[in-house]
């Protein structure tokens, strides 16, 4: 049976396709019964969307895969730590756990700057687990802004 770093692993596969398109590399893959059902990568700003984050990309394709906006059972592998945003359409899918490689010191609402699952007056709690690969997660999206740091360099 696959480990939850394989699923990090392909979570931050999808990452990659992001960057590819010049959207901010963040990745995430839906997984019920240890397979995937619900991949998604960010692209806000190729679909011109600002719910189009990785997650909620995800979760619209495993909610689609099984037939039900309802996800009990499932988990959702993350590069980074969801926002506040991704966290509420979370609960609303009913997820049992949530797993995410890099902490979010600016958005992050799994316990970097609040954390969504832990507010008892929310009705659904599910489970969050970061640093799953962590150092690989956070070395995409440095690595990423960092080559847009120096063409905005070369092109000023």
Known sequence: MPEQQDFMREALAEAQRAWDRGEVPVGAVVVKDGVVIGRGFNQPIGSH?????????????????????RLPGCELYVTLEPCVMCSGAMMHARLSRIVYGASDPKTGACGSVVNMFEQEKLNHHAEVEGGVLAEDCGNLLKAFFAERRRVAKQQS
Request: cysteine-free.
């Open 49 to 69: 969307d600002p719910t189009a984050h990785a997650e909620i990309v995800a979760l619209r394709a495993a909610a689609e895969a099984v037939g039900n906006y």
